[in-house]
């Protein structure tokens, strides 16, 4: 990290150039016409990138004066990486697209340039009227993270928190927006060198002010016209791909593989100019552009499980054939996450610890029965530190069945190091360890997980590749990327970590939705089933249920789903027998976790 000197005029703020000469004419004019130098000009970053003029754009904004950090391009280009660095996944349409300019670039990087681009710094903290900003590419810490408008309110306040800062200045996500939550600042003023994707060939910057209060800006997103009909023409003569070119034309990117489901209903749409006040002092919240406020659900949805609120007929969901058998070990745990589907946490024990004879009396139903159950499922809570669970897991294993683990690997497991590996060699084909990992970075998995999370979690990974052990993990969806990148990214961790894993696989690596039972969702109705193109055999409470024991009973009880522990009107009854009827889906998981959400535990 490195430190400016203090600025108390006006900042211009901008960030990928992407090789497009005539984009930074246009902003020289621009920055001329306001009188700011260029010591007062900040670049977050990716100088080079789609278009032409790689070199050229580079000397310029080097030899202009101006604040810059690298972004993954100069990042990559400086190591003489093999490709951008931007994350996209392998065969996708940015990975495909970004090919050709990463080379045609490269080819232009002579001994000097990478020089100066490998000493570029990461990050660069400046301070403007008492506001200390923290200049990033990315994320705080991770320069190739995306970070759209549409991002967590909760993922947000965390980076700022990481910055140590007021505010972040960021880029790489291409696209102008500000965040302004309790008082705290995110601010990305955009492209220079390509279309915000909004059906206008104009690109954007900004323009911090200091206020007349301490402490106090206005910032204000810009757009500007520029010669985009010569750039695009560079960009043909050069052989670079057309959808870039067409995309300095049209406004519309040429592939939105990384946008979220916001920015995508956004597309085409034009942004119009703003300006907004920003006081740190107070607590603020505002945003431009400006998005919808989430609507809470409705109280009289999911009440009925015969009827929806508009009185149509529920779907609901038979048991096709019971595959699964999961049993949820108890809710005690070393951990208590921020939104752990079943409040597990050290206190929580209203499912009590399962114990070896609860298990014996359903492994052996399903043998007395002939069940078609093929996988038993181990969850919590932390199975690990249920006393019997190693002679649960060791029996079901003797018997044949195929078994999946849900585990922190962290010191509860360790501490069954040598038995597990027992275990392992004798039923290796049988065995699945599911590690849940909530993200791919340090930062965003311990924000669901708690400080000094991380470390021991890499630590369990690491040993059960050395051991040989099958490594299936559990992520989240909740950190404002799109699935692809959140695959990508764990895919180059799994690579670290040596596991032997297919991040790309939905079996090997299960990326759960956020789950907020109080916001807005569809009910489910039977005509869903054809609207959506789903069946209800797609749904998990087609093909499992999950055995628990509450805390006081005299007995286990089957539930309908592994999501929905407390809730009386899952659960089934004693036996397997007695919990194969059918389920209504009259609970706002079942939409949003197992139908809208397409996820399952399975």
Not at 177 to 199: C, E, Q, V, Y
Not at 459 to 464: I, M, N, Q
Request: hydrophobic share 40%.
């Amino acid at each position: 990290m490195t430190c400016t000197p203090d600025f108390n005029e006006p900042l211009l703020v901008f960030g990928g150039v992407y090789s497009n000469a005539q984009a930074l004419d246009s902003l020289f004019a621009f920055a001329r016409a306001l009188n700011i130098p260029p010591e007062r000009w900040i670049c977050t970053g990716d100088v080079i990138a789609y278009c032409a003029d790689a070199r050229a754009c580079l000397e310029r904004v080097r030899d202009s004066g101006a604040v810059l950090i690298a972004g993954n391009c100069e990042e990559s280009l400086g190591a003489q990486a093999q490709d951008c660095g931007c994350g996209f996944a392998p065969g996708s349409s940015c990975d495909a697209l970004s090919a050709s300019w990463y080379a045609h670039a490269s080819i232009q990087m002579d001994a000097e340039l990478r020089d100066y681009l490998r000493a570029l710094p990461l990050r660069l903290d400046v301070t403007i009227n008492g506001l200390k900003l923290a200049i990033v590419h990315g994320a705080p810490g991770e320069t190739s993270r995306f970070v759209f408008a549409s991002a967590p309110d909760r993922v947000l306040l965390h980076d700022i928190a990481a910055s140590g800062c007021d505010g972040v200045l960021a880029g790489h996500s291409g696209l102008p927006f500000t965040r302004i939550l309790d008082g705290k600042l995110w601010h990305n003023s955009g492209a220079l060198g390509m279309p915000a994707n909004d059906g206008t060939p104009r690109i954007w910057c900004s323009v911090l002010t200091p206020g007349d209060a301490p402490r106090s800006l206005q910032i204000e997103h810009v757009a500007l016209d520029y010669d985009y009909a010569r750039a695009a023409a560079a960009m043909r003569e050069a052989r670079l791909p057309e959808g870039y070119a067409r995309a300095l034309e049209t406004g519309l990117w040429p592939s939105c593989d990384v946008l979220p489901k916001d920015e995508l209903k956004a597309a085409g749409k034009a942004l119009v100019s703003a300006a907004l006040q920003w006081g740190a002092d107070e607590t603020q919240c505002m945003q431009w552009p400006e998005r919808p406020a989430p609507q809470p659900l409705s109280p009289v949805k999911f009440q009925d499980p015969a009827r929806t609120a508009s009185g149509d007929t529920r779907a609901s969901v038979a048991l096709d054939a019971l595959q699964t058998l999961w049993i949820n070990t108890g809710t005690l745990c070393n951990l208590a996450c921020v939104n752990c589907y079943i409040e597990s946490s050290p206190r929580n024990d209203r499912l009590a610890y399962f114990i070896a004879a609860d298990a014996r009396f359903y492994y052996d139903e399903i043998e007395r029965d002939k069940l078609p159950t093929r996988e038993i499922g181990f969850t919590g809570g932390e199975p690990f530190m249920n006393p019997d669970f190693m002679t649960m897991l060791e029996e079901a294993l003797a018997r044949g069945f195929h078994v999946i683990v849900l585990t922190n690997a962290m010191k509860p497991m360790q501490h069954h190091g040598p038995a597990l590996s027992v275990l392992n060699k004798l039923y290796d084909e049988r065995l699945t360890i599911r590690v849940s990992v909530d993200h791919y970075t340090q930062a965003l998995h311990e924000l669901e997980r708690g400080p000094r999370s991380w470390a021991p979690t890499m630590d369990g990974l690491r040993w059960l590749a050395l051991e040989g052990f099958r490594v299936h993990l559990a992520g989240r969806l909740y950190s404002g990327e799109v699935e692809s990148v959140v695959r990508a990214g764990f895919a180059k961790l799994t690579g670290e970590l040596g596991l032997s894993l297919n991040a790309y696989s939905p079996a090997e690596l299960t990326l759960f939705p956020e789950m907020d039972a109080q916001a807005d969702i569809p009910e489910i109705t039977e005509s869903c089933w054809g609207i959506l193109h789903k069946s209800p055999s797609d749904v998990m409470c087609a093909t499992s249920r999950m055995v628990v024991r509450r805390k006081g009973a005299e007995a286990p009880a089957v539930l309908a789903c592994t999501l929905l522990a407390y809730d009386e009107a899952f659960e089934l009854g004693g036996s397997l027998l007695e919990a194969a009827r059918p389920v209504a889906l009259n609970h706002p998981h079942c939409a949003r976790f197992c139908v809208l959400g397409g996820a399952s535990c399975s």
